[in-house]
């Protein structure tokens, strides 16, 4: 009887199991070896300032929907935890359609409103998907009006850049 319910059980769909993030074949918790295969002229370095604080990174420029994106990949203990990439927000309409295309319609949208230093007043689209346990945000604007931004991330990348960040903030705490 166990056998028989066992086996009932696997002819089931599981329910919130997604496949993992990728990006342009890259899966998330790959290794730099593999991003640098897929991506060779990227340029991966030690990091841990201020700002940033995966352990490494790989910085790139890459396209999306004919796009052309700046960014980088964030690897924490040599996995591929989160990708950052920064573009003209002219093309922001774009590569929304492409994500929709691609993953469907998003968990989440939100509206922020902006105000600019000579009083111009701005909505900010932001779109969020959660792919399992992964995350994918776009924001038609980012540090300034001109610049777009989409972030994939894993739960464990946000987790540990919190962490991190706490870490971060204790030491400077210290050095008062």
């Not at 295309?101 to 922020?112: I, N, S």
Request: proline share 2%.
């Amino acid at each position: 009887m166990k056998h028989v319910l066992f086996a009932m059980l696997l002819s089931f769909p599981l329910v919130g199991f997604s496949a993992s993030l990728e990006f342009k074949g890259v899966p998330f918790g790959a290794s730099e070896e593999k991003v640098k295969l897929v991506f060779p002229d990227a340029t991966c370095k030690d990091r841990d300032d201020l700002l940033v604080v995966s352990d490494r990174q790989c910085d790139l420029s890459v396209t999306i929907a004919n796009w052309l994106m700046y960014g980088f990949f964030s690897f924490y203990s040599d996995k591929l935890h989160s990708i950052d990439l920064y573009g003209n927000t002219n093309g922001f309409s774009d590569i929304a359609s492409a994500l929709v295309e691609k993953y469907g319609r998003p968990t989440r949208t939100m509206k922020e409103k902006l105000q600019n230093k000579m009083g111009a007043r701005f909505t900010n689209e932001i779109l969020i998907w959660k792919i399992g346990t992964d995350t994918i945000e776009a924001r038609r604007y980012s540090y300034d009006l001109d610049t777009l931004r989409i972030t994939y991330s894993t739960a464990f990348a946000d987790k540990e850049y919190s962490r991190r960040i706490r870490e971060k903030e204790k030491k400077a705490a210290k050095d008062l």
